[in-house]
């Protein structure tokens, strides 16, 4: 178990919706990461957030946004769901000391089915 | 585009054999390359990983081995074992001045049979 609590776990929709994914980093924890996993494009980084700012900005459309909450748990917008979303979310999280800490702890994440 | 080059897609091995997972890199700025494996159901979780100031690292049965000139790194998988079986994931990233995002390759799905 890595420490980090993703919610739901599986989640159905239909094209045009919108839904929020959950994730509660590790104790302690002050960066999330967010990552979309899918059969042909891999893991995708999406965004970061470290203490409740964005940090880094990665392939994240336009219909999705996050934020990191003042308890430090994240959530993942995505609206206008089309059936290419479908996709496993993953969120992450990593202490941040120092510089950089170069280890994520992942979830279990979100299977996301846009139907 | 693929700023981490992984192959091969699938790999299928005997128990106690050798498992090796090839990875290609493009930006000479990464500077940290750690490889995460994954059982199905779950998150990716770091197996191993090394700097380019070294040109192996061993870990247990796990070994990577680096080329910074080829800008190529591999995981070697000694006496492979049914319970390795998983996806592995190569990445990399810049610490230094980067945006700090870990950039993965596609994965390999390993077998290892009885």
């Known amino acids: ?115 | 585009q693929q700023q981490v080059k992984q192959s091969p897609q699938s790999l299928i091995v005997q128990k106690g054999g050798i498992s090796i997972i090839n990875c290609a890199y493009e930006n000479t700025a990464f500077d940290y390359f750690p490889w995460y494996q994954q059982f199905p159901g779950k998150g990716p979780a770091l197996l191993i990983a090394i700097r380019p100031d070294v040109s192996e690292k061993k870990e247990g049965r796990f070994t990577i081995s680096f080329n910074k000139s080829a800008k190529q790194f591999s995981l070697h998988i000694m006496d492979s074992q049914p319970g390795d079986s998983a996806t592995y994931f190569c990445a990399a990233t810049q610490t230094q001045g980067g945006s700090e995002k870990l950039v993965f390759g596609k994965g390999t799905k390993l077998t290892v049979n009885p």
């Open chain 1, 1 to 115: 178990d890595s420490g980090v609590t993703q919610t739901p776990k599986h989640l159905i929709t239909a094209t045009g919706q919108r839904v929020t994914l959950r994730c509660s980093p590790r104790s302690g924890d002050l960066s999330v990461y967010w990552y979309q996993q899918s059969l042909d494009q891999g893991l995708q980084f999406l965004i970061q957030y470290y203490n409740g700012e964005e940090r880094a900005k990665g392939n994240i459309l336009e219909r999705f946004s996050a934020q990191q909450f003042p308890d430090l748990h994240s959530e993942l917008n995505l609206s206008s769901l089309e059936l290419g979303d479908s996709a496993l979310y993953f969120c992450a999280s990593s202490p941040r000391q120092g510089e950089y800490n170069e280890k994520l702890f992942f979830g279990s994440g979100t299977q996301l089915s846009v139907l």
